[in-house]
T-cell receptor
Framework: KAGVTQTPRYLIKTRGQQVTLSCSPI?????VSWYQQTPGQGLQFLFE???????NKGNFPGRFSGRQFSNSRSEMNVSTLELGDSALYLCASSLGFSADTQYFGPGTRLTVL | AQTVTQSQPEMSVQEAETVTLSCTYD???????LFWYKQPPSRQMILVIR??????QNATENRFSVNFQKAAKSFSLKISDSQLGDAAMYFCASINTGTASKLTFGTGTRLQVTL
């Protein structure tokens, strides 16, 4: 089976812009979770989508949003970018049952200038 | 709330030797799972091993094994016969069954493997 894919792999944006990141899960997986990784804050949970519904949400401002499509692909959007949004954004997919193992994609490196 | 603590920012091991990475966690839940993930320089997070809290038997995957001490809330990872390819950041993580897919990660331990 193909693994989790994320596009794009690298992005450079300027403050105030918005960005959309994409994640395609492993075939058959219905849950997609997003994480932000920074040197200062480490790995933090953003949100999780299951069957097109947000099932869980971390402690991030409303500028961070996401959605999931009927084929389980997910997008994450960040509006009004700030310098502090520079990070590695990881998505992970799982079958969606409680505490299933999550399999991660290669990440999208976002740099905000 | 869950917390995961990794007190060793960096560890070093010689090739073919054994190393143990420490992790402690705190949760008020009775049903949870614990994981070790490896993040090499490519930045892709790779699952190393998984432990169900209700299982007393320690999980093992080839050269990787855990020492799960539930009462002490300790979950250490032992890597035997270390290889150069084991060099990476290692993250301990936990998840409560009640919070679906929300993994809580520790701060990571950077493992160096020397010749």
């Amino acid at each position: 089976k193909a693994g989790v894919t994320q596009t794009p792999r690298y992005l450079i944006k300027t403050r105030g812009q918005q960005v959309t990141l994409s994640c395609s899960p492993i075939s058959g997986h219905r849950s997609v979770s997003w994480y932000q990784q920074t040197p200062g804050q480490g790995l933090q949970f953003l949100f999780e989508y299951f069957s097109e519904t947000q099932r869980n949400k971390g402690n991030f401002p409303g500028r961070f949003s996401g959605r999931q499509f009927s084929n389980s692909r997910s997008e994450m959007n960040v509006s009004t970018l700030e310098l502090g949004d520079s990070a590695l954004y990881l998505c992970a997919s799982s079958l969606g049952f409680s505490a299933d193992t999550q399999y991660f994609g290669p990440g999208t490196r976002l740099t905000v200038l | 709330a869950q917390t995961v603590t990794q007190s060793q920012p960096e560890m070093s091991v010689q090739e073919a030797e054994t190393v143990t990475l420490s992790c402690t966690y705190d949760t008020s839940e009775s049903d949870y799972y614990l994981f070790w993930y490896k993040q090499p320089p490519s930045r892709q997070m790779i699952l190393v091993i998984r432990q169900e809290a209700y299982k007393q038997q320690n999980a093992t995957e080839n050269r990787f094994s855990v020492n799960f001490q539930k009462a002490a809330k300790s979950f250490s990872l032992k890597i035997s016969d270390s290889q150069l390819g084991d060099a990476a950041m290692y993250f301990c993580a936990s998840i409560n069954t009640g919070t679906a897919s929300k993994l809580t990660f520790g701060t990571g331990t950077r493992l160096q493997v020397t010749l």
